[in-house]
């Protein structure tokens, strides 16, 4: 009988620790991913050029062109590996000077639970 208790507690705990760290998380992903498009805007229309955001894991990069070919140098890799990736298949999102933007499509693979 005290296990039956002990472990209907346990799922409960499960329930509210598990489930909702995950849609905190999902939140989280999708403000930040929100926070770098609007920054990525405002970078565009202030310096007259297009930028660019580039997904890398859970972190997003706002840059130009040239910055994120900086950024994934081999000499930068050693010393800042800021962007291990490849920059050009990253791209989730460019901004132009005008304002207009494009949002690229990616087919990405997910992780499947249980």
């Known amino acids: 009988m005290l296990f039956k208790i002990f472990s209907i507690i346990i ?3 499960f329930a509210w620790v598990i489930f909702p760290y995950k849609w905190i998380r999902n939140y989280a992903f999708s403000l930040r991913k929100e926070n770098a498009i609007s920054e990525c805007i405002v970078k565009a ?12 894991g859970n972190n997003f990069h706002v840059g130009t ?3 994120l070919r900086m950024w994934n140098g081999k000499n930068k890799r050693k ?7 490849d920059y050009r298949n990253a791209i989730i999102y460019h901004c ?3 304002g207009n933007g494009h949002y690229y499509e990616r087919d990405i693979a997910k992780k499947r639970m249980g």
């Open 11 to 13: 799922t409960i705990l």
């Open 65 to 67: 062109r040239a910055e």
């Open 96 to 98: 132009d000077a005008n």
């Open 79 to 85: 010393f800042m590996p800021v962007l291990n990736i």
């Open 45 to 56: 229309i202030e310096n007259g050029c297009r930028y660019y955001v580039v997904q890398n």
